[in-house]
């Protein structure tokens, strides 16, 4: 094809000028380098999937950026694929419909990326998303020799085509060329218009805009924006609909509902004195309209209607919704002082917890101190209404004293004072509150719903499979609610066909603690500095678990070859951070068994000069931080044996290492640094070299379990 074409331009007595082409290539390249701004806005079209895009681009100096697309026709499944990315210099946020976390790039780094990809006009629909969530979806590794594609004609400009052949490498080996032909304006050094084909698809940019050093306004790339404040703020009061749910049982009827205690709930359910809402008081989006609560088919979402008032459109004109999670139909009951101010003090730290995601949401940054979150600090352009926490000061737990607010450069942990002294568990309950608290447990449903979801599962044992899919999907919306009725179905059912079917869809609702059991837990809530998509929770989930058995292959290594050089097999058990820092000769390496950023995520690493001098803190290799939303715990007690062994013993070797081995057990726990942001499954695992899982409500679990808790509480994990 190429032959032909250099062919017919010698036919034409019009030779091939390639090395003017790779000039005036170069020439473009360094230009859109140094520009001071640079605005790109074009129409993508592409033929796999079939859809077209409205794309823009602007650039500004070496660290600011700003990204919007939008789906205008096409296949239909890409209506969703809208966003906008902003970034001031400092903080990177991406506004869509599904959830998007902004990684902390280096502004230069993206910007630098941006101007080689306008310039070259690779940059797709898809690539803001790579930049700004850090998913590198493929890498752009080179670009071939330019050739001459001739002359061309675009509005009345005398242009020159470039062509020329993009190699892009997706990772483990793969890799994929492109073919782009670039029309340019030789006279001034702009883009006019671009076409390409790979071997999976065809696509054209037509440019309304391509221009360079124009006056681009610093509020084109402000990080805050009304959405984004809204988003925030919506998610917050989301989370109130969800402590509300897990309390009472049931969705709100209305707003009143989280300010003041309502009418219609037995006497026997917990309500805590100050509500469950921040400050008593139910706020106004940033235009000033009080947020909506929606409550339809057992399914509660906060809205900000669109700016023009009325519901639906797509992009920036869509309304701003947050769902909450459904409501589970076990109710928390307080038939103890201690117990209410106990559950008490859990609705304040989470809903503290809440508000300090709010921030970093709207923000892209942490809080640096706790009176961020009533008063506006510098460099804050919008603020909610009355603040994140109203009222001007830090709320007092129910024993009187301020809630504390711990900061960090990678999390906030808010708190109650002295939140271990303070702790209750299971064990801490008297027979009469267990017994109060089971039976304010009990499902609350009403007699049409019980019936609805009776005849569902009449449907799922239906003959017909169609029948049942449609009955397993409809049970699946009751939520967690429905799952007593499940289980008795299961334990009654005579047939066996019915009891397997309706076994194989159980796992569809993972086995939780009852809520009354699931806040028994800490008074203390962990808030990392970045938000995760589902995607991202899901993945951290997994990566966990790769974490743990990579530190059993470490603690194998460990024994098996002396690394510590103690002259004792046996494993090390102080903590996790151990297994990269130890250094066993004076002035010699670390043994590094594990990666640095597992070590970085120990909860609770010793402190540097332990084990008679070689332990060395994990801060100077790595700053301290989870790893995929998850950190690590050394467990500190074994209780599957009689009497339970504690895991850290003096195994008497050479050195005065104290109590930090074990010779034959050991054992360590992964949980969520924030848990229902960062994952719900908490993770444990010994020697046996086997994962089991359970949702503790993000509570870490220093203590292996006996056999029977083992087997009756927790899962294997596959």
């Not at 898809?126 to 004609?153: I, N, T």
Request: glycine content about 8%; some cysteine.
């Amino acid at each position: 094809m190429r032959l032909t074409a250099l062919l017919a331009c010698l036919v034409a007595g019009q030779p091939r000028d390639d090395k003017s082409a790779q000039e005036l290539f170069d020439a473009l390249q360094n230009r859109v380098r140094e520009a001071k701004t640079v605005r790109s806005e074009y129409e993508y079209r592409s033929t796999s999937p079939a859809s077209t895009y409205a794309v823009s681009f602007r650039l500004k100096g070496t660290d600011r950026w700003a990204a919007d697309m939008k789906w205008l026709a096409g296949d239909e499944g890409s209506r969703s694929f809208a966003y906008s990315a902003r970034c001031d210099g400092r903080r990177t946020g991406v506004e869509s419909a599904h959830p998007l976390p902004a990684r902390a790039l280096k502004p230069e780094t993206v910007v630098a990326q941006l101007r080689v990809g306008l310039a070259t006009a690779v940059i797709m629909p898809a690539f803001v998303l790579e930049v700004a969530s850090g998913v590198k979806l493929r890498r752009m590794a080179d670009v071939g020799a330019v050739r001459d594609g001739g002359k061309a004609k675009v509005r009345d400009r005398e242009a020159r085509v470039l062509e020329y052949t993009v190699k892009y490498d997706w990772g483990e080996g793969n890799s994929e060329e492109e073919t782009v032909r670039l029309t340019v304006d030789p006279a001034r050094l702009v883009v006019l218009a671009a076409e390409g084909e790979s071997a999976h698809e065809k696509w054209k940019l037509t440019y309304s805009a391509f221009t360079l050093d124009e006056d681009l306004p610093d509020s084109d790339f402000a990080f805050q924006t009304r959405r984004r404040l809204a988003s925030a703020q919506a998610a917050q009061l989301a989370r109130s609909v969800e402590l509300f749910g897990r309390f009472t049982g049931r969705l709100p009827a209305r707003p009143e509902d989280l300010l003041r205690r309502p009418d219609r709930l037995e006497p026997e359910i917990f309500y805590p004195p100050g509500g469950f809402a921040s400050g008593g008081a139910w706020p106004r989006d940033p235009w000033g309209r009080p947020f909506e609560l929606r409550v339809k088919d057992r399914r509660a979402t906060i809205v900000s209607p669109a700016a023009d008032g009325k519901s639906g459109g797509t992009g920036q004109d869509e309304d701003i919704a947050v769902e909450a999670p459904p409501a589970s139909g076990q109710a928390v009951g307080a038939p103890s002082e201690r117990l209410a101010k106990y559950y008490a003090a859990r609705i304040q730290v989470q809903l503290l917890a809440s508000a300090v995601r709010a921030y970093r949401d709207a923000y892209g940054e942490l809080p640096r101190k706790a009176t961020a979150l009533w008063e506006r600090q510098e460099g804050i352009d919008l603020w909610p209404e009355g603040g994140w926490v109203p009222g001007g000061r830090m709320p007092e737990d129910p024993w009187g004293q301020p809630l504390r607010m711990v900061t960090d450069k990678h999390f906030v942990r808010v708190q109650v004072n002295d939140p271990k002294t303070r702790r209750m568990g299971t064990k801490d309950l008297t027979g009469e509150e267990k017994a109060a608290l089971e039976k304010a447990a009990r499902p609350r449903l009403a007699e049409a719903d019980r019936q609805a979801i009776q005849t569902l599962l009449d449907a799922a044992c239906d003959d017909d499979l169609e029948t049942r899919e449609k009955a397993f999907g409809g049970i699946r919306e009751w939520g967690p609610v429905a799952v007593p009725l499940l289980d008795e179905r299961i334990r009654r059912a005579r047939d066996a066909d019915h009891r397997r079917w309706l076994g194989d869809f159980r796992p569809t609702f993972p086995d939780r603690p009852a809520a009354w059991v699931a806040e028994l837990a800490s008074l203390a809530v962990p808030v990392s500095a970045a938000s995760m998509s589902p995607e991202e929770t899901l993945d951290g989930e997994r990566q966990a678990s790769a974490c743990l058995k990579t530190i059993a292959t470490a603690e194998a290594d460990f024994r098996s070859n002396d690394r510590d050089g103690n002259r004792i097999n046996d494993f090390w058990t102080a903590d996790v951070a151990g297994l990269f820092t130890i250094q066993p000769a004076p002035g010699g390496g670390s043994i590094k068994l594990i990666e640095a950023s597992v070590a970085a995520a120990d909860a609770a690493p010793l402190d540097d000069g332990a084990a008679d001098g070689k332990y060395v803190g994990i801060e100077k290799f790595a700053t301290r931080a989870p790893k995929s939303g998850y950190s690590f715990l050394a467990m500190t007690l074994d209780r599957s044996v009689k009497p339970a062994e504690p895991y850290r013993t003096d195994t008497q070797g050479e050195g005065k290492w104290g109590k930090v081995h074990n010779n034959s057990r050991f054992g360590f726990c992964a949980y969520p640094a924030e848990y229902g942001a960062t994952g719900t499954k908490t993770f444990i695992l010994n020697e046996l070299n086997t994962i089991f899982w359970k949702d503790t409500g993000g509570e870490p679990v220093l203590e292996w379990p006996t056999d029977e808790e083992l087997q009756r509480e927790w899962k294997r994990l596959d």
